[in-house]
């Protein structure tokens, strides 16, 4: 059973628009949440956070929603620049475990 | 600063041949995993170890071995190597008590088997 969904496997945008990726999940119990995103040949690498106490987090052009009610979260980046053509990874984690459940990632296309 | 260090890069087996994947971590964490990519399923662990010296399975354990030789390392084994273990192979570590959590990964071994 999937604890981690990213519904859409893909998502392309044009250069200076936003990019709204999302993730839902089904463990009520997870408190902190994550966002990676990849190169093809690269490993992932962590983009940004947030802890189910808040509703938002932003670094720079990249803010993540959370909506506990909804069990539902996602990544906007505004602008969107082509070296954000990537797929990103949403996951979660639940407190006092060591392990990261991973989505099955979206992967984004910027167009210039 | 090198991060966590995977080798090999690439490697082809053939079915029912053996080998190690091997990682390394110079950044003092406590924690090691190693995950599999495959297209359309994202990342699932295989084995994680908490602590030197402790090691649990995840979701996807049959037909690998670990080892936590020590704080750095952390080895995965193919016993016998079959066609589905064809895969991207990521190691990642992480500090205990991380305030965000975030993984650091290694850069994959890209292993397959025919």
């Known amino acids: 059973d999937q604890q981690v969904k990213q519904n859409s496997p893909s998502l392309s945008v044009q250069e200076g628009r936003i990019s709204i990726l999302n993730c839902d999940y089904t463990n009520s119990m997870f408190d902190y949440f994550l966002w990676y995103k990849k190169y093809p040949a690269e490993g992932p690498t962590f983009l940004i956070s947030?802890?189910?106490?808040?509703d938002k987090n932003e670094d720079g052009r990249f803010t993540v929603f959370l909506n506990k009610s909804a069990k539902h979260l996602s990544l906007h980046i505004v602008p969107s620049q082509p070296g954000d053509s990537a797929v990103y990874f949403c996951?979660?984690?639940?407190?006092?475990?060591?392990?990261?459940?991973f989505g099955k990632g979206t992967k984004l296309t910027v167009n210039p | 600063n090198a991060g966590v260090t995977q080798t090999p890069k690439f490697q082809v087996l053939k079915t029912g041949q053996s080998m190690t994947l091997q990682c390394a971590q110079d950044m003092n964490h406590n924690s090691m995993y190693w995950y599999r990519q495959d297209p359309g399923m994202g990342l699932r662990l295989i084995y994680y170890s908490a602590s030197e010296g402790t090691t649990d399975k995840g979701e996807v354990p049959n037909g690998y071995n670990v080892s936590r030789l020590n704080k750095r390392e952390f080895s995965l084994r193919l016993e016998s190597a079959a066609p589905s273990q064809t895969s991207v192979y990521f190691c990642a570590s992480s500090g205990t008590g991380s305030v965000n959590y975030g993984y650091t990964f290694g850069s994959g071994t890209r292993l397959t088997v025919v």
């Open positions: 996951a979660a984690i639940q407190g006092g475990s060591e392990k990261l459940v």
């Open positions: 947030i802890s189910s106490i808040k």
